[in-house]
Protein backbone atom coordinates (compact mmCIF):
# COMPACT_ATOMS: atom_id res chain seq x y z
CA UNK A 1 0.00 0.00 0.00
CA UNK A 2 0.95 3.51 -0.94
CA UNK A 3 1.31 6.07 1.56
CA UNK A 4 1.61 9.86 1.07
CA UNK A 5 2.74 12.04 3.62
CA UNK A 6 1.12 15.61 2.89
CA UNK A 7 2.55 18.60 3.69
CA UNK A 8 1.89 20.36 7.15
CA UNK A 9 2.80 24.09 8.48
CA UNK A 10 4.91 24.02 11.55
CA UNK A 11 4.58 27.38 13.25
CA UNK A 12 7.72 28.72 15.58
CA UNK A 13 5.95 30.21 17.83
CA UNK A 14 3.46 28.36 18.91
CA UNK A 15 4.57 24.43 17.60
CA UNK A 16 1.06 23.61 16.60
CA UNK A 17 1.42 21.39 13.11
CA UNK A 18 -1.35 21.30 10.81
CA UNK A 19 -1.96 20.14 7.64
CA UNK A 20 -0.91 22.98 4.82
CA UNK A 21 -4.45 23.00 2.85
CA UNK A 22 -5.89 24.65 6.27
CA UNK A 23 -3.46 27.08 7.01
CA UNK A 24 -4.36 30.61 5.68
CA UNK A 25 -2.00 33.08 3.77
CA UNK A 26 -2.16 36.43 4.14
CA UNK A 27 -2.77 39.13 1.23
CA UNK A 28 1.33 39.10 0.38
CA UNK A 29 1.39 35.76 0.15
CA UNK A 30 3.08 34.93 3.46
CA UNK A 31 1.54 32.06 5.51
CA UNK A 32 -0.46 32.86 9.22
CA UNK A 33 -0.59 30.57 11.93
CA UNK A 34 -4.34 29.14 12.35
CA UNK A 35 -3.97 29.27 16.29
CA UNK A 36 -1.37 31.77 17.06
CA UNK A 37 -1.87 34.05 13.90
CA UNK A 38 1.90 34.08 13.88
CA UNK A 39 2.78 35.63 10.53
CA UNK A 40 6.03 34.66 8.18
CA UNK A 41 7.51 37.17 6.82
CA UNK A 42 10.83 38.38 5.76
CA UNK A 43 13.49 38.83 8.81
CA UNK A 44 13.61 43.07 8.83
CA UNK A 45 17.46 42.24 9.90
CA UNK A 46 18.03 40.46 6.10
CA UNK A 47 16.17 42.50 3.85
CA UNK A 48 17.62 45.67 5.27
CA UNK A 49 19.86 46.73 1.96
CA UNK A 50 17.99 50.28 1.97
CA UNK A 51 19.39 50.81 5.84
CA UNK A 52 23.32 50.52 4.48
CA UNK A 53 25.25 53.54 3.02
CA UNK A 54 26.57 52.88 -0.52
CA UNK A 55 30.10 52.11 -0.70
CA UNK A 56 33.38 54.38 -1.43
CA UNK A 57 33.73 53.00 -4.40
CA UNK A 58 30.25 53.42 -6.15
Known sequence: ML???AATFDCPE???TAPS???PYDSLGYVVCPVCG???TPDAERSSSADRSPSAGD
Do not use: Q
Open 14 to 16: CDV
Open 21 to 23: TSV
Open 3 to 5: TEN
Open 38 to 40: YAA
